[in-house]
């Protein structure tokens, strides 16, 4: 684990954690279009409704966006994805 960014700010922990999604999987040659499975763990709606209108509408596959309790208390959106090109 590390240091939560922008505690408190559901809109850029969204943000920074797809960027970093993002940089992850162009490191490996994909892009989110190859994403096939997708889990987004999300506090609360706002977060959910923020991951799905910044991301969903990229990816090839449906995700599943689940509101639950994320693993630390300041953190509001976790993301599990697997991609294939």
Do not use: M
């Not at 590390?2 to 999604?21: I, K, M, Y």
């Amino acid at each position: 684990g590390g240091a939560t960014c922008f505690p408190g700010d559901f809109s850029r922990q969204v943000e920074a954690t797809l960027e970093n999604l993002e940089a992850a999987l162009r490191q490996t040659g994909c892009a989110p279009k190859d994403v096939v499975h997708a889990v987004a763990y999300c506090e609360n709606e706002e977060a959910r409704r923020l991951f799905e209108e910044r991301w969903s509408p990229q990816l090839a596959w449906p995700t599943l966006a689940v509101v639950a309790d994320v693993c630390r208390p300041d953190l509001a959106f976790e993301i599990e994805a697997t991609a294939v090109r």
